[in-house]
């Protein structure tokens, strides 16, 4: 055991830029650096070295979610200040590990994620419980604020007219569809994987008299045939689709779209294309992968759709997060009602390590907006998209 503490204590000493101090599972404090600390990170139990070095974020995630370490201190920041820190163990090897997602594995891979219960989400997100990142006009917006700026906007960025047709591949609660059939007069159509998405859709449609001009089917986007729409637009849904099925995504789109159509893609992406983070690809999110730009700008370019604009929303991400995993605090009385502190810990850690990841620019998020064919019908300027 004392060997195990002088090697945490080897590690940890070069971890981090800030004053900080160390508690062990014997009650032992120790402090580094100069000044008063900023956070006291916790050993409540040794963990196993090896585990740290082979892959750092699977061993901190799970012994985060079984408490065997803990926190006193801001998470989001910590972990901010590892990713900020070169010599850092979090820097370690990159892990390659690709999914090929068939259209059973990527409905699973949706309903593990998704269809945990309307009622957890609920109690964190948006009043429209919009489950992707919010748009920011001012740095005073609420959540609520900017959930709604993000759909207005990517509405406005399509260039919908009243009488077209509309297409949301994973729709999620139906935000986007519900507002763009109401606000435009549209005929949408939101698909998804996740059963309890569905019910929620069908719902708020019933409810809100949209019959006419809103449907939501349950089905994967390969099983859609003989439609034609004429905008088609993506929201947080393409990570889902794996790095072996960005290409059959984009055939996909092309043979939804009509001639002169537009989609608007909305994705996180990274930078190197190739790291998997392992905890969150077995505990949040599997079979999950985050394409680079790269990827989806060449993908745009073999389907023969013209990439007429891009935009980078990094920041709006990462305080999207910032909120969720406010409210997320604010609510766990409840949350802790319906679930357990394995999976409560998991999720803050969920949440605050992807507010880090935004911030640090681990990762990042676009927009891409792309005609079918030559579009010259589009307005000249991006001034329309603020109007």
Known sequence: MEMNKILYKTILKNAFFVPFKIRFWDGEVIKYGEGESEFTFIFNNPIPLTEIKKDPSMALGEAYMSNAIDLDGNLQKVIEYLYNNSKSFLHGPIINKFFSNNRKKSKDNVEYHYDIGNDFYRLWLDDSMTYSCGYFQSPDDTLNDAQKNKVDYILRKLNLE??????????????????????????????????????????????????????????????????????????????????????????????????????????????????????????????????????????????????????????????????????????????????????????????????????????????????????????????????
């Open 162 to 387: 009243k009488g077209q047709t509309l297409l949301d591949i994973g729709c999620g609660w139906g935000e986007l569809i519900l507002t763009a059939a109401k606000e435009y007069q549209v005929k949408s159509m939101g698909i998804t994987l996740s059963s309890e998405q569905f019910l929620k859709v069908k719902e708020r449609i019933k409810v809100e008299k949209l019959e006419d001009l809103v449907e939501v089917q349950l089905l994967d986007y390969r099983e859609l045939k003989k439609r034609k729409f004429d905008r088609i637009v993506s929201v947080g849904m393409v990570e889902h689709v794996g790095k072996d099925c960005l290409h059959e995504y984009f055939c996909a789109v092309d043979k939804l779209l009509m001639p002169k159509g537009v989609s608007l893609l909305h994705s996180i992406t990274c930078n190197s294309g190739v790291a998997i983070d392992t905890w969150i690809d077995k505990y949040v999110f599997p079979g999950g992968y985050l394409p680079t730009v790269e990827e989806l700008t060449s993908n745009i370019i073999n389907e023969d759709f013209h990439l007429i604009d891009a935009e980078s929303l990094r920041i709006h991400y990462a305080k999207t997060l910032e909120h969720w995993a406010k409210n997320f605090e604010n609510a766990l009385p409840e949350i802790m009602k319906i679930k357990d502190e394995t999976f409560t810990r998991m999720w803050r850690l969920y949440l605050n390590g992807c507010a880090a990841s935004f911030n640090c620019g681990n990762i990042d998020i676009h927009q891409l907006l792309f005609t079918k064919g030559v579009n010259n019908e589009m307005p000249l300027t991006r001034e329309y998209m603020y109007q």
